[in-house]
């Protein structure tokens, strides 16, 4: 008679992982985001009573959330019921050099997407589509106000973005640059404050660019930048000497990427660059943001991250090459020229 042993327990693991599978946390950090508490530590400490006055809260149970982010090293509890911020908490500040306030929203077409992401993993489709009966591009252009939130949430990308990618790429070797699916025209805009020499165009669908001169005004460069409504699966300003896809191709699957690429190499000339700025799977178990990003992708609109030879693969097949990479610390940004 075989007798079976018990697997040991290993506990660590159990609370390990009941810590990963935990959504308390990420949940109550977007609400103290958009209630802007860090903005009201950021002279020192303050009672929590003075917090909740300051934003409209109740005290007690903003003292119940402030103490559980403690716990995680976001914010202290210096004395009872008094906070300060932490190195973790100080980005959650609106004048932070990349604040991260916006980027973290309780966008709940988001929310309702993510609770059915069991369809995405059956089917392989995008849950979002599921729920709400449309793609997630056509949801936001009828929800400006969701629209909106999720603009600012990518500015505060942007802001990590442009400080990674602007010592790690010579943008002075360019004179003109289109950014397709520039959005509102924070990054291409903050590439040409640093860069006097450099010319460039937002290129995105009318209603995404509408924010752009703006943004542009902001920097001071509205008079070396042009706005372009349009398609970028139709016609792309033609003659620039770069185009750049920053965290666009993934958003798409293989067939509307390769139109994608297609369409850029069309407006390109045989001297002009492309350059992605994207994550890029990597193989192994380390840590890589690009596997987090790839189920983000499949979640809300049905794209992925890819692997470097996936990529090369695509670019092959639209008349294009990858020429270098170019590491940056946060994502890469393959340099691409015509085959």
Known sequence: ?????????????????????????????????DL???????????TVEELAEATGTHAPSLHRALRALACKGIFTETEQGVFDLTPLAQPLRSDHPVSLRAAYPLLVPDIEAWAAFDHSIRTGEASFDGVH???????????????????????????????????????A????????????????????????????????????????HERLADYGVSERCEVVGGSFFEEIPAGADAYLLKRILYGWDDEHALALLRAVRKAMRQDSRLLILEPVVRPGNEFDVGKLYDLLLLCMVGGGARSQEHIEGLLAEAGLRLERTVPTLMFPILEIVPS
């Open 1 to 33: 008679m075989t007798v079976k042993t018990r697997p040991r327990i290993d506990i660590q693991s159990v609370f390990r992982l009941t810590e990963l599978a935990d959504y308390i946390i990420p949940f109550t950090i977007r609400a103290i985001c």
């Open 36 to 46: 802007g508490v860090a903005d009201h530590l950021a002279e020192g400490p303050r």
């Open 133 to 171: 009966g449309r793609g997630y591009w056509e949801y936001m252009a009828d929800h400006p106000d969701d629209s909106a939130r999720f603009d600012a949430s990518q500015q505060a990308a942007t802001r990590l973005e442009l400080r990674t990618s602007l010592p790690a790429y010579d943008w």
């Open 173 to 212: 070797t360019l004179r003109t640059l289109v950014d397709v699916g520039g959005g509102n025209g924070a990054f291409l805009g903050g590439i040409l404050a640093k860069i006097p020499s450099l010319c460039g165009t937002v290129f995105d669908l009318p209603h995404v660019v509408a924010g752009a």
